[in-house]
Nanobody, 123 residues
Framework: QVQMVESGGGSVQPGGSLRLSCVVS????????MGWLRQAPEKQREGVAR????????YYTDSVKGRFTASQDNSKNTLYLQMNSLKPEDTGMYYC????????????????WGQGTQVTVSS
């Protein structure tokens, strides 16, 4: 099974920035589509960003457009989420995840998950 290890979460004030990292075992970017998801307390899990198999970013949820940027470095087997201009409503547990088909990623039916990293935005 593919292993995913996340880091980069923390507590910041509104307007601050964080960069989340997700290290993925093996050479998976040609075989898996990837996603960043988050879950705020008492809310449903929400897709934040998504890539296709091959690494093209195809989706950002409306609330993060212009503030968040997803990218991947295949040489380091790492997926990133750069988060700028953070707002309190961005608070939540952030996960990276992968699936073996683009359709499964589109449906958020991911096959592999990281453990999650907590992001807290408060004054």
């Amino acid at each position: 099974q593919v292993q995913m290890v996340e880091s980069g979460g923390g507590s910041v004030q509104p307007g601050g920035s964080l960069r989340l990292s997700c290290v993925v075992s093996g050479d998976v970017y040609s075989k898996y589509c990837m996603g960043w998801l988050r879950q705020a307390p008492e809310k449903q899990r929400e897709g934040v960003a998504r890539t296709t198999i091959g690494g093209t970013v195809t989706y950002y949820t409306d609330s993060v457009k212009g503030r968040f940027t997803a990218s991947q470095d295949n040489s380091k087997n790492t997926l990133y989420l750069q988060m700028n201009s953070l707002k309190p409503e961005d608070t939540g547990m952030y996960y990276c995840a992968a699936a073996s088909t683009n359709e499964r990623c589109l449906r958020r039916q991911y096959d592999v998950w990281g453990q999650g990293t907590q992001v807290t935005v408060s004054s």
